[in-house]
């Protein structure tokens, strides 16, 4: 089947800190993997994409790479703000469907 | 460019009574088109896609419709809410047609069952 893993959270950082969350994946076929961002009390926005394997995907400096041999998509951000402070879902899509399957989410707090 | 608009952004209604939830989306054709629930602090629950007017999936029984009368609209209804249907509902779009697109989100619906 199709899943999707992410870190537990609260991720707590300071400022300027570097920033890794976990995403592992299953999947049939070949899916598309994504990052979204979601802000207190507003809807997700997508972050990055990757389409194939080794692509990486880039946006506001977090960076992630789609790793086949170990179905991985690792959000990266060499130095994180305050305003980074949200929570991030992992998602993939579903090959030969128009579906999704997201992550539970990882909540970042950014401390100055 | 595209855009989604999802309303009311919060709604607080009785137990047992009926629910209306409007999703449009702007500036391109055909979309396929999502309801998602969140609840407090966890994931993303699909509710229904639908890939064209008049088709809709449902991924989950429940007290809960959906309806595409319109290309680029979608609404979510309820004849009776129930406690359960407290969350956060959001809705979605990605280009039709093409798997593997990334989706696009509204801003949500916060809906309080009292």
């Known amino acids: 089947g199709n899943s999707v893993t992410q870190m537990e959270g609260p991720v707590t950082l300071s400022e300027e800190a570097f920033l890794t969350i976990n995403c592992t994946y299953t999947?049939?076929?070949?899916?598309?993997l994504f990052w979204y961002v979601q802000y207190p009390g507003e809807g997700l926005q997508l972050l990055l994409k990757a389409t194939k394997a080794d692509d990486k995907g880039s946006n506001k400096g977090f960076e992630a790479t789609y790793r086949k041999e170990t179905t991985s998509f690792h959000l990266e951000k060499g130095s994180v703000q305050v305003s980074d402070s949200a929570v991030y879902f992992c998602a993939l899509s579903v090959t030969g469907t128009y579906k999704y399957i997201f992550g539970t989410g990882t909540r970042l707090k950014v401390l100055a | 460019s595209q855009t989604i608009h999802q309303w009311p952004a919060t709604l607080v209604q009785p137990v047992g009574s009926p629910l209306s939830l409007e999703c449009t989306v702007e500036?391109?054709?055909?979309?396929?088109l999502y309801w998602y629930r969140q609840a407090a602090g966890r994931g993303l629950q699909l509710l229904f896609y639908s890939v064209g007017i008049g088709q809709i999936s449902s991924e989950v029984p429940q007290n809960l419709s959906a309806s595409r009368p319109q290309d680029r609209q979608f609404i979510l209804s309820s004849k009776k809410l129930l406690l359960s249907d407290s969350g956060f509902y959001l809705c979605?779009?990605?280009?039709?047609?093409?798997?593997?697109?990334?989706?696009?989100f509204g801003d949500g619906t916060r809906l309080s069952i009292l």
């Open positions: 979605a779009w990605s280009v039709g047609g093409i798997s593997n697109q990334p989706q696009h």
């Open positions: 500036g391109t054709s055909n979309p396929n």
């Open positions: 999947a049939t076929g070949y899916p598309s």
